[in-house]
């Protein structure tokens, strides 16, 4: 069965870094584009970044830019976000989704910023 | 960007009867690659989002065959044919086919 497991959320200070991983089992990972995607409480959704099947073309929301580094394992059947400078307005659930339509999401984990 | 545009913003419905939920583009979502990356996402209140349709039409394993996609081009639509109390909630479009990818704002079915 198709799933994908985000891990990695909690609480941290704004200006410091979080990494999130999304684990995928039940399809071939090294197959798809894989994106990350977030939602503060109450609002909408809002993309984030994607990667290529084979982790070579990346691509951000201007609001992550220079700050956020999307990648991935595929031996390890893993995305990852990496997150540094954080700000208040980065606070969300973070989603994985599978690429390129983004077909099937995970359960999201919460990411707080906050001093 | 390509902006996505959906339209009721919220859409009260008789148990039994049905909704349609319409999302415009600015631009054509058809594809180099010949896909159309149009998807339509259900969030339950307190839930994550699932995705009900993708490239269109197609019904994602698990969805019932209630929920039906249609369109072309920059015109889609979303349609329950009986609505169901369990299909309360917000109903998301995005599209795929150019970065940024974008969300419409949403659409909230509600019982009347």
């Known amino acids: 069965q198709l799933q994908l497991v985000e891990y990695g959320g909690g609480v941290v200070q704004p200006g410091r870094s979080l990494r999130l991983s999304c684990v995928a089992s039940?399809?071939?990972?090294?197959?798809?584009?894989m994106h990350w995607v977030r939602q503060a409480a109450g609002k909408g959704l809002d993309w984030v970044a994607v990667?290529?099947?084979?982790?070579?073309?990346?691509y951000y929301a201007d609001s992550v830019k220079g700050r956020f580094t999307i990648s991935r394992d595929n031996s390890e059947n893993t995305l990852y976000l990496q997150m540094n400078s954080l700000r208040s307005e980065d606070t969300g659930v973070y989603y994985c989704?599978?690429?390129?339509?983004?077909?099937?999401w995970g359960q999201g984990t919460l990411i707080t910023v906050s001093s | 960007e390509i902006v996505m545009t959906q339209t009721p913003l919220s859409s009260p419905v008789t148990l039994g009867q049905p909704a349609s939920i319409s999302c415009r583009s600015t631009?054509?979502?058809?594809?180099?690659?010949?896909?159309?990356?149009l998807t339509w996402l259900q969030q339950r209140p307190g839930q994550p989002p699932r995705v009900l349709i993708y490239?269109?039409?197609n019904r994602v394993s698990g969805v019932p065959d209630r929920f039906s996609g249609s369109g072309a081009g920059t015109e889609f639509t979303l349609k329950i044919s009986r609505v169901e109390a369990e299909d309360v909630g917000v109903y998301y479009c995005?599209?795929?086919?150019?970065?940024?990818?974008?969300f419409g704002g949403g659409t909230t079915v509600e019982i009347k």
């Open positions: 631009q054509s979502l058809v594809h180099s690659d010949g896909h159309t990356y």
């Open positions: 989704a599978r690429g390129p339509s983004a077909d099937h």
């Open positions: 490239e269109i039409s």
């Open positions: 990667i290529s099947y084979h982790g070579v073309n990346k």
């Open positions: 995005m599209q795929a086919k150019q970065i940024p990818h974008t």
């Open positions: 039940g399809f071939t990972f090294s197959d798809y584009s």
